[in-house]
């Protein structure tokens, strides 16, 4: 249990740092597109603060994938429902989406398939490194 909560905080404090070069981006290319001229010292230090602990969630979940008692479609589940949870709260605390129905369906949708098509990709190339691995290994007995 401890390897796994010092596990959490170092991928958290990792991906922590990213967070805020994120948002700079997202606002930098929203200024270009003429979207965003200004914004108050509130909202953006309230934006950054939830971005960073937002990031940090993200990437100290990940600990769930290495409790190897657990099933892979169990950490998967908790993974998902962790990110959408971490998404969802800051998404709609940030005002990035809006509150009405339609909205939070539209991000789900769009959560729903970004979360597989990642989770897909991540897996399958896994997968082929433990055959590579693995057919080395044969091949060198």
């Not at 905080?9 to 270009?32: C, E």
């Not at 965003?36 to 990031?55: G, Q």
């Amino acid at each position: 249990m401890k390897k796994s909560i010092v596990s959490f905080l170092r991928n958290g404090f990792i991906a922590a740092a990213g967070g805020p070069v994120v948002l700079a981006i997202v606002y930098l290319s929203l200024h270009a597109a003429g979207v965003v001229e200004t914004l108050d010292a509130v909202r953006i230090s309230t934006e950054i603060l939830t971005v960073t602990l937002m990031a940090f969630i993200a990437g100290g979940i990940t600990v769930v994938y290495q409790i190897e008692r657990l099933p892979l479609l169990a950490a998967t589940l908790i993974h998902f429902a962790a990110l959408y949870a971490d998404c969802i709260l800051f998404y709609l605390l940030n005002g990035w989406i809006g509150r009405a129905a339609p909205s939070i369906l539209i991000f789900t949708a769009i959560f729903l398939v970004g979360y597989a098509v990642v989770w897909l990709s991540v897996y399958l190339t896994i997968r082929k490194s433990i055959r590579s691995l693995n057919r080395k290994l044969h091949d060198s007995v």
